[in-house]
């Protein structure tokens, strides 16, 4: 006997005025149009419709609702929970849908739903400005600034939602809707640190400020032998530092490169990844403490390089395909038992591409008002963001293990609100961590307006009131 399932989704079909292409179960192309970043998500929706416009959009989600199937949308394919793809529904893919506008004059971009970030970066490049993007090229513009996006630029300009001028939105209803500062400007908020709750967000503009195309930037590399020592230094250090100064700790496993000392390849090294968001001669004088007193690196690899390069740094430590386990987790502070609970669990990193990482933040994400945007959480000057990635399914168990320990050694120190966009599916106590109290009811009005009867619910969602399913 058919399932209701099943039966739903037999002879999809959109309107004939469709532009864009579409995939079902056994066509050529299928498996690469449903496969996302993270490998430990394997599902199989009923279509794929990979929009080439808004009105491709509308059509899609018009039929979601029309046949209550469930609905995920995707821009970049990077959300580690596996946000971006569902099993027995329609996935709107917006990687068809590229395309990115500079006002040079204005400084104002505006990209369209399926841009990476490092297409964004590449037109915007054009003329020495940026904006706070994703630390991957290959993430998506979308999810992440749904999400709030911290990025490297967002000690000196905020984060990616802050810069969020308008967007362009579908809503469950399949209405066309801007939301602004002066027109749905309830929207807006909710966009800015949200996610993907309150509609299909087909196109983005974004505040541009003035860097590049050259910037002083890269990484200094230590050994893991007086790394606690290292790690000291550069919390004293960057805690004292201008806002410009955009910076993180990194263990993992050193390559097997040429600019890696053949005894240091392989082995747990500790990484101070920097750049300076401003003029290069600047950087070069702000950024001289990690090159001589706090060192030396065995490795240096701190210079003159283009504001992209810097942007693509850790892309060699994130191939898609690989299985992957995250945490996205706010900390209070850096003591020096937090640095040592760091770097105990962090040395004991197993696998090539995983990285157990401390962002710096504070500076503009903070002077932002709490209650400006959705993005929450904004006084914490640090982030902890362990990145386990893994090829062999038979390491699943240890590696999962390795995050959960590190996070449980990190816990006194963390302020117990979490990144989403980090974060794995964990359930709806978890995403209230997202929020503050007064936020989350607020964006579940917001969803009760836009979306009663949650068909944006492949995310990391937020349920509306009963009430309002209509």
């Not at 101070?272 to 007193?293: H, S």
Request: aromatic share 8%; net charge negative.
């Amino acid at each position: 006997m058919e399932s209701s399932t099943m039966s739903a989704t037999t002879a999809l079909e959109l309107d004939t005025g469709f532009q864009g292409r579409q995939f079902r179960p056994g066509d050529d192309g299928y498996d690469d149009a449903r496969a996302v970043y993270n490998a430990m998500i394997d599902k199989r929706p009923a279509l794929i419709v990979r929009c080439s416009g808004v009105a491709d959009v509308i059509d899609a989600v018009n039929l979601a609702r029309e046949r209550g199937l469930p609905l995920a949308v995707r821009s970049g394919g990077h959300s580690v929970a596996g946000k971006g793809v569902c099993d027995d529904g329609i996935l709107i893919d917006l990687s068809g849908m590229k395309g990115v506008h500079v006002d040079r004059k204005a400084r104002v971009a505006r990209a369209n739903a399926g841009v990476l970030w490092g297409e964004f970066d590449r037109e915007t490049q054009l003329f020495g400005l940026a904006t706070p993007g994703g630390r991957m090229t290959t993430t998506g513009v979308g999810g992440f600034t749904l999400g709030g996006g911290y990025g490297w630029l967002s000690p000196k300009h905020g984060l990616a939602c802050d810069n969020l001028i308008s967007a362009q939105v579908v809503t469950a209803e399949g209405r066309v809707v801007t939301a602004g500062e002066d027109e749905n400007a309830d929207l807006l908020w909710g966009l800015r640190g949200g996610g993907g709750n309150f509609g299909v967000v087909t196109s983005y503009e974004f505040d541009l400020h003035e860097l590049g195309p050259i910037v002083m930037g890269g990484m200094v590399v230590h050994t893991i032998e007086g790394a606690g020592d290292v790690a000291r230094a550069w919390r004293d250090w960057v805690e004292s530092a201008p806002e410009a100064v955009c910076t993180a700790l990194g263990i993992l496993l050193a390559p097997p490169e040429p600019f890696v000392p053949p005894e240091v390849q392989g082995t747990p090294v500790l990484g101070i990844l920097a750049m300076y968001a401003g003029d290069p001669d600047e950087g070069e004088e702000v950024l001289r403490p990690l090159k001589k007193e706090i060192g030396p690196p065995a490795v240096d690899l701190l210079d003159r390089i283009p504001y992209t390069a810097f942007q693509a740094i850790v892309d060699p430590f994130s191939p898609k395909g690989w299985l992957n386990y995250h945490r996205g987790e706010h900390l209070a502070g850096l003591p020096d038992e937090a640095i040592d609970s760091y770097i105990e669990h962090g040395a004991r990193v197993t696998s090539p591409m995983s990285q157990a990482i401390i962002f710096r933040h504070g500076g503009a994400i903070g002077r932002v008002p709490d209650d400006a945007t959705a993005a929450s959480h904004r006084d914490a000057p640090y982030m902890w963001h362990p990145i386990a990635c893994w090829s062999d399914p038979a390491d699943t168990d240890s590696t999962i293990a390795w995050v959960r320990e590190s996070s449980a050694a990190m816990q006194p120190f963390m302020t117990g609100g979490v990144y989403l966009n980090f974060e794995q599916d964990e359930g709806e106590e978890h995403v209230r961590a997202g929020y503050s109290p007064d936020k989350y009811a607020r964006l579940a009005a917001l969803k009760d307006e836009y979306d009663p009867n949650n068909l944006f619910r492949i995310n990391q969602n937020i349920a509306p009131s009963p009430a309002s399913a209509q």
